[in-house]
């Protein structure tokens, strides 16, 4: 071989074997180059614990529960398995229009204060944004066609600017008590491939959707500087991985792939979508170097008192592949004030699926977040 050729093949090869620090490497694969340490810190952690870990997380778990609101240290997960979540996912719907109270009741103020909470305490925060429909005023549920009229050159498309500026006022308040900007998963515009929001499969097109994605990328990290977001694309259940690349707005935009799952994980009998979705998932995710994740999940209600152990671990464990997900979330326990609460994911004291909850909780694979193993953030 000439030499020529001999050095170029020498080159690659060491181009090839050569892994960079970690550090540096994310450094250039985050959608933010400019993020912060801690930002940084939390996408390196959660991608080396993952490989051995599943941070379990829940909607709105500090702020109340099944029968109880706004108690000092309390979470229905703290007074059933003795921890708050390692996720806590939070949701900032009306903070387009600067009220001062979510789309569920919580007081951002508040909210605010919780999230810093469970950060100091070693916590993940995820947020979601279920902003109201921005032509006909309804809510985020209300399908009237908006997309294109929000993006550039669009009628409302100022408006949607300023909506963008008090999300990032809100996010520009997420700081702890020694000045660090607290990372946080954003997790806008979620199950786009359904319908049932203004934002959906049937309300825009790909592009649009594409677009609407990226716009709200830019504006928060390019014109607002808000360098403390890891972004997070979380389709709803999906059949193939075109299916759930359909509105994938690109490499660039997103660093966490998720996907938010009830419907397939409420008996054993259907583990095998779920689990096809998952692996799809961490496929994609890992030939991306992304972070896969279940976004949204859970039994509503919780009919099923073994859920938890027969069901949902089951499913999170049931390969090597779909145990590769850093965090699965469930959704909220609304504060039910009847005998009969009807919308809660995880068991509250005294409901038949405790003692369940507890060995899952248990189980050496699922974090808590008093089982962490390090502080995500260094
Ligand atoms: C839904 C329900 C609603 C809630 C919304 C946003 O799944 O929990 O009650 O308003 O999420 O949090």
Not at 50 to 55: A, D, G, K, N, V
Not at 57 to 75: I, M
Not at 283 to 310: H, M, V
Request: charged content about 25%.
């Amino acid at each position: 071989m000439k030499p020529f050729f001999a050095g170029l093949l020498y080159i690659s090869f060491i181009t090839l074997s050569c892994q960079p620090d970690v550090d540096s490497t994310t450094t250039s694969m985050l959608v933010d180059e400019n993020a912060t340490a801690e930002t940084r810190a939390l996408f390196n952690n959660l991608n080396q614990m993952r490989l051995e870990y599943i941070l379990f997380g829940a909607q709105d778990a500090l702020a109340y529960g099944v029968h109880w609101k706004r108690e000092p240290g309390r979470s229905d997960a703290m007074d059933v398995a003795g921890s708050h979540p390692a996720v806590y996912g939070w949701e900032i719907g009306h903070i387009e229009h600067g009220n001062e109270v979510n789309l569920d009741g919580v007081r951002f103020s508040e909210m605010i204060g919780w999230i810093k909470e469970g950060y100091e305490r070693g916590g993940v925060i995820t947020i979601s944004w279920h902003a109201d429909n921005p032509v006909s005023g309804g809510s985020a549920w209300d399908t009237t066609p908006a997309v294109s009229s929000i993006l550039p050159g669009g009628k409302h498309h100022s408006m949607f600017n300023e909506w963008l500026d008090r999300v990032g006022e809100f996010l520009r308040q997420l700081q702890s008590d020694n000045g660090e900007m607290i990372p946080v998963i954003f997790r806008p515009w979620h199950e786009m491939n359904g319908s049932w929001f203004w934002w959906g499969r049937e309300l825009c097109s790909p592009e649009e959707f594409h677009r609407l994605y990226r716009y709200t990328v830019k504006y928060l990290r390019d014109h607002l500087e808000i360098n403390h977001l890891l972004y997070a694309y979380s389709p709803d259940r999906f059949s193939d991985e075109e299916d759930y690349l359909e509105r994938y707005p690109g490499d660039k935009y997103v660093d966490i792939l998720g996907y938010d799952d009830y419907g397939s994980l409420i008996c054993a009998e259907r583990r095998d979508v779920f689990v096809r979705q998952l692996e799809t998932v961490v496929r994609i995710a890992e030939e991306r170097n992304k972070i896969p994740a279940l976004t949204e999940s859970g039994f509503n209600a919780l009919p099923d008192s073994t859920w938890y152990t027969q069901v949902y671990l089951p499913g999170l464990l049931a390969t090597d592949v779909t145990r590769r997900i850093a965090y699965a979330q469930v959704w909220r326990n609304a504060n039910a004030k009847t005998d009969h609460p009807n919308h809660f994911y995880v068991p509250y004291k005294g409901h038949p699926a405790a003692s369940d909850f507890i060995q899952f909780r248990n189980h050496p694979v699922i974090l808590f977040e008093d089982d962490l193993p390090l502080r995500l953030y260094d």
